[in-house]
């Protein structure tokens, strides 16, 4: 009998962690893939580092990743979608937090390590109570 409590204290624990996620990565990833780039030079100094182009495509897999842990939620595909997204989310941060450690920046690779713990706790914890 406790199993299912257990099980829906669970679910609601991973959908707080989701929507936290989705709205952190869809404001980061939407920024990064529609604001100028002489913004985005200004506020993120890491940009100076790429081209454009590839800038623009870690905005749009941030926003596709933040679209991917929240709308499968509400139809019956999340089993696999949401692990898959939080997967790729997890995937980038090990990418941020290489570049942030290789820039020398402390504090941005605290939140690449942490954004990455929720996301493969995300993987985790969808696929063990799917």
């Not at 090990?94 to 941005?108: D, S």
Request: proline share 4%; glycine share 6%.
């Amino acid at each position: 009998m406790t199993q299912p409590c257990k099980t829906n204290f669970m679910n609601i624990i991973l959908w707080i962690i989701q929507i936290l996620l989705a709205a952190i990565f869809i404001t980061l990833g939407l920024a990064k893939a529609v604001v100028p780039m002489e913004t985005l030079r200004k506020a993120m100094d890491w940009v100076n580092d790429f081209e454009p182009r590839k800038v623009r495509i870690i905005g749009i897999l941030e926003t596709l990743g933040a679209l991917g842990l929240f709308f499968p939620g509400l139809y019956a595909i999340h089993e696999l979608i949401i692990p898959l997204a939080a997967s790729g989310l997890a995937i980038l941060m090990i990418f941020a937090a290489i570049t942030n450690f290789n820039r020398g920046e402390r504090n941005e690779l605290i939140t690449n390590i942490v954004l990455f713990i929720l996301a493969s706790f995300i993987v985790v914890g969808r696929l063990a109570f799917a």
